[in-house]
């Protein structure tokens, strides 16, 4: 996480913001770009997001940019910039290193990759795509599952998929096997590598478009060149006018990420339009150096003056996604665009810290469909919570939430279950970051998956383990145990659970119930 220390008016106040990156590859592409396996040293994305981290250190050495004064608000400020670990993955990767046996040593690499949270990654045109004769990238999509819903790359990366929409029904039906089978997150598409650009608002796109709205999936089109912006923007109206008189539901979630839509293209206001309208978000890959510095000030400067928040409600911050296109670009490059994202210039010239909220991660993360769709238990029966407590908590200082991830360590070294995904949660809005996450299980024995919610109850003292119920939603903003809209959700915690006082007995517990 990227952390803010902000003092005005003789007062202080520390914010954390997650930082995503909204465009990477993995597999192998036919013009000789790799990226198998994301934890290969070196060469591998998280390793590539650790040199990110380390060239931003030493820019902010090098031009003490790291604290600098501004004005925010009207207010003299200043902004003083840091990097922390994400306490959820922290907290567990202390407990995997303490243990000293399986994954053990992702305490010591976790610290040079702390800045970056999460990534989306998605195939390549890969070489071996077309080996199974359901859709052309079948074998694409496995591989990516594979890797992003197993720990400890689901700690890290959000997998999309990818389909040919020439393919008709065969590309439809994948977005659907992605969705459900896969447990990926978003589509990508390539109209150029597939060769479709001039056939680019056609029926068959169009389907596969509302198919991914069906499922609230982000989908995001490559791009080359300004015609490819502007033909996509056409599609996308094509789009949402067939949604909106057809299938009216879906319109929310109808999402479209343009690609490398801002380098080459500052000061471009057809470029700028096709961007703000509504469903439509652009990544900034490509973008990087001076221009990057020139393009926030004058988008922000053309969007304000156009009075642009009317189009959809939102700023212009909104709009727009951190992505990288690792392996493609290099960790200067994002070096280079992320600096201008929190520097002074940026805030010298109106930016302000929930526009780099905005553009460094929430905006992807708002876009995924376990945040705009209900989530909740398949399973029509009730299944049992556990609470753990600790009543010798005033003695030994051990809280509950430590115990509770103690268990999932050793969980996870026992080999009995994996962690398919895991979701953040927010305390009340999307501003304030959450210790509890909502977390996509499945036993290793039995396959069977559980959404399981880690919560603290009474800090330090009461955590809880409460599987979600087939009658209640998650709530990304949380719960409150006096809020009277959440007491039906604690009478459904409360109504059938198991009482673990220590690290053995949640373990068994665990294992007992969901595994």
Same mark, same amino acid.
């Given at each position: 996480?990227?952390?803010?220390?902000?003092?005005?008016?003789?007062?202080?106040?520390?914010?954390?913001?997650?930082?995503?990156?909204?465009?990477?590859?993995?597999?192998?592409?036919?013009?000789?770009?790799?990226?198998?396996?994301?934890?290969?040293?070196?060469?591998?994305?998280?390793?590539?997001?650790?040199?990110?981290?380390?060239?931003?250190?030493?820019?902010?050495?090098?031009?003490?940019?790291?604290?600098?004064?501004?004005?925010?608000?009207?207010?003299?400020?200043?902004?003083?910039?840091?990097?922390?670990?994400?306490?959820?993955?922290?907290?567990?990767?202390?407990?995997? *290193?303490? $243990? #000293?046996? &399986?994954?053990?040593? +992702?305490?010591?690499? /976790?610290?040079? !990759?702390?800045?970056?949270?999460?990534?989306?990654?998605?195939?390549?045109?890969?070489?071996?795509?077309?080996?199974?004769?359901?859709?052309?990238?079948?074998?694409?999509?496995?591989?990516?599952?594979?890797?992003?819903?197993?720990?400890?790359?689901?700690?890290?990366?959000?997998?999309?998929?990818?389909?040919?929409?020439?393919?008709?029904?065969?590309?439809?039906?994948?977005?659907?096997?992605?969705? *459900?089978? $896969? #447990?990926? &997150?978003?589509?990508? +598409?390539?109209?150029? /590598?597939?060769? !479709?650009?001039?056939?680019?608002?056609?029926?068959?796109?169009?389907?596969?478009?509302?198919?991914?709205?069906?499922?609230?999936?982000?989908?995001?089109?490559?791009?080359?060149?300004?015609?490819?912006?502007?033909?996509?923007?056409?599609?996308?109206?094509?789009?949402?006018?067939?949604?909106?008189?057809?299938?009216?539901?879906?319109?929310?979630?109808?999402?479209?990420?343009?690609?490398?839509?801002?380098?080459?293209?500052?000061?471009?206001?057809?470029?700028?339009?096709?961007?703000?309208?509504?469903?439509?978000?652009?990544?900034?890959?490509?973008?990087?150096?001076?221009?990057?510095?020139?393009?926030?000030?004058?988008?922000?400067?053309?969007?304000?003056?156009?009075?642009?928040?009317?189009?959809?409600?939102?700023?212009?911050?909104?709009?727009?996604?951190?992505?990288?296109?690792?392996?493609?670009?290099?960790?200067?490059?994002?070096?280079?665009?992320?600096?201008?994202?929190?520097?002074?210039?940026?805030?010298?010239?109106?930016?302000?810290?929930?526009?780099?909220?905005?553009?460094?991660?929430?905006?992807?993360?708002?876009?995924?469909?376990?945040?705009?769709?209900?989530?909740?238990?398949?399973?029509?029966?009730?299944?049992?919570?556990?609470?753990?407590?600790?009543?010798?908590?005033?003695?030994?200082?051990?809280?509950?939430?430590?115990?509770?991830?103690?268990?999932?360590?050793?969980?996870?070294?026992?080999?009995?279950?994996?962690?398919?995904?895991?979701?953040?949660?927010?305390?009340?809005?999307?501003?304030?970051?959450?210790?509890?996450?909502?977390?996509?299980?499945?036993?290793?024995?039995?396959?069977?998956?559980?959404?399981?919610?880690?919560?603290?109850?009474?800090?330090?003292?009461?955590?809880?383990?409460?599987?979600?119920?087939?009658?209640?939603?998650?709530?990304?903003?949380?719960?409150?145990?006096?809020?009277?809209?959440?007491?039906?959700?604690?009478?459904?915690?409360?109504?059938?659970?198991?009482?673990?006082?220590?690290?053995?007995?949640?373990?068994?517990?665990?294992?007992?119930?969901?595994?």
């Amino acid at each position: 996480m990227l952390t803010a220390t902000i003092e005005q008016d003789g007062k202080t106040r520390v914010e954390h913001l997650l930082v995503i990156d909204a465009h990477s590859h993995l597999g192998q592409d036919v013009d000789g770009a790799t990226m198998m396996n994301p934890l290969a040293p070196g060469a591998g994305t998280f390793d590539f997001w650790g040199n990110v981290q380390g060239r931003i250190k030493a820019y902010w050495e090098k031009s003490m940019e790291q604290s600098f004064t501004t004005t925010m608000d009207g207010k003299f400020t200043k902004i003083s910039w840091s990097f922390t670990p994400f306490p959820f993955t922290d907290r567990l990767y202390n407990e995997l *290193e303490k $243990l #000293g046996k &399986r994954h053990s040593d +992702l305490k010591e690499k /976790s610290k040079f !990759y702390s800045f970056i949270d999460q990534g989306v990654c998605f195939p390549f045109q890969d070489v071996f795509r077309d080996k199974h004769p359901e859709a052309l990238y079948r074998a694409s999509n496995i591989n990516v599952s594979r890797f992003t819903t197993r720990f400890p790359f689901s700690m890290k990366l959000i997998g999309y998929g990818r389909c040919d929409p020439m393919e008709g029904q065969k590309a439809v039906n994948e977005v659907k096997y992605i969705r *459900e089978t $896969l #447990g990926l &997150r978003g589509l990508k +598409l390539h109209p150029r /590598s597939e060769r !479709y650009i001039d056939k680019i608002t056609s029926e068959k796109v169009i389907n596969v478009l509302i198919e991914a709205a069906s499922y609230s999936m982000p989908v995001i089109f490559d791009t080359r060149g300004k015609s490819s912006i502007l033909e996509i923007g056409k599609l996308i109206r094509s789009a949402r006018n067939v949604i909106k008189s057809n299938y009216p539901d879906l319109l929310p979630h109808f999402k479209v990420i343009i690609a490398h839509f801002a380098q080459g293209n500052i000061d471009d206001y057809e470029v700028y339009n096709t961007i703000v309208q509504p469903n439509t978000y652009g990544d900034l890959s490509m973008l990087h150096g001076a221009g990057a510095g020139n393009f926030f000030e004058s988008f922000r400067r053309w969007f304000q003056s156009s009075n642009k928040k009317n189009v959809d409600n939102r700023t212009w911050s909104e709009y727009l996604l951190f992505a990288s296109d690792y392996p493609y670009f290099g960790d200067v490059h994002a070096q280079k665009l992320l600096k201008y994202i929190m520097n002074k210039q940026f805030f010298d010239t109106g930016g302000t810290i929930q526009d780099v909220r905005n553009i460094l991660g929430l905006n992807q993360l708002k876009l995924l469909p376990e945040y705009s769709t209900p989530q909740n238990q398949k399973e029509t029966k009730n299944i049992p919570s556990i609470i753990v407590s600790n009543p010798f908590y005033q003695q030994n200082k051990e809280s509950t939430y430590d115990m509770s991830i103690m268990a999932l360590a050793r969980l996870i070294v026992e080999n009995k279950f994996d962690i398919k995904k895991f979701c953040i949660q927010f305390n009340d809005s999307w501003e304030v970051l959450s210790e509890d996450v909502l977390l996509s299980t499945v036993s290793n024995k039995n396959k069977q998956e559980r959404d399981i919610l880690l919560m603290n109850l009474v800090k330090d003292q009461i955590s809880i383990f409460a599987p979600l119920q087939p009658s209640f939603e998650w709530n990304k903003f949380g719960y409150s145990y006096f809020n009277p809209g959440d007491r039906a959700f604690f009478a459904s915690v409360f109504k059938q659970n198991y009482l673990a006082t220590n690290v053995i007995k949640t373990v068994d517990t665990f294992s007992h119930i969901y595994t």
